[in-house]
């Protein structure tokens, strides 16, 4: 499976959850890496009063928890500057192309 394949297949599986637990009248929230990055304390004060025993106060995640060389800086300027879009430069018309942006636009992303 290529990468968009595996990207897309995994969106569908989110979105048929989604519909399994909305039949079960069960409510639920998507929260994007982006967002859990850039505003983690927004992101927890919309979750606490869902779980069953949250922490009472926000303790801001700092460091990454698959590589301890990056930090939260790193991923403020990747994600808040979007230097990730260096990556894809030459590809953006390519990716447009071939994303389901059916399923895309429900976690609030726009073409590139």
């Known amino acids: 499976m290529r990468p968009l394949e595996l990207y897309h297949a995994k969106l569908r599986s989110y979105l048929v959850l989604s519909e399994e637990?909305?039949?079960?009248?069960?409510?639920?929230?998507?929260?994007?890496?982006?967002?859990?990055?850039?505003?983690?304390?927004?992101?927890?004060?919309?979750?606490?009063?869902?779980l069953d025993r949250p922490?009472?106060?926000?303790?801001?995640?700092?460091q990454s928890t698959k590589d301890d060389r990056k930090g939260l800086d790193f991923y403020i300027a990747y994600y808040g500057?979007?230097?990730?879009?260096?990556?894809?430069?030459?590809?953006?018309?390519?990716i447009n192309e071939n994303v389901d942006w059916g399923a895309v636009r429900k976690f609030d992303y726009l073409p590139l």
């Open 81 to 94: 500057r979007e230097l990730w879009r260096k990556e894809l430069e030459g590809a953006y018309s390519k």
């Open 55 to 62: 922490n009472a106060t926000f303790a801001p995640l700092l």
């Open 21 to 50: 637990l909305s039949a079960l009248q069960i409510p639920q929230s998507f929260i994007r890496f982006e967002d859990l990055i850039l505003r983690q304390e927004e992101v927890f004060r919309k979750l606490s009063p869902v």
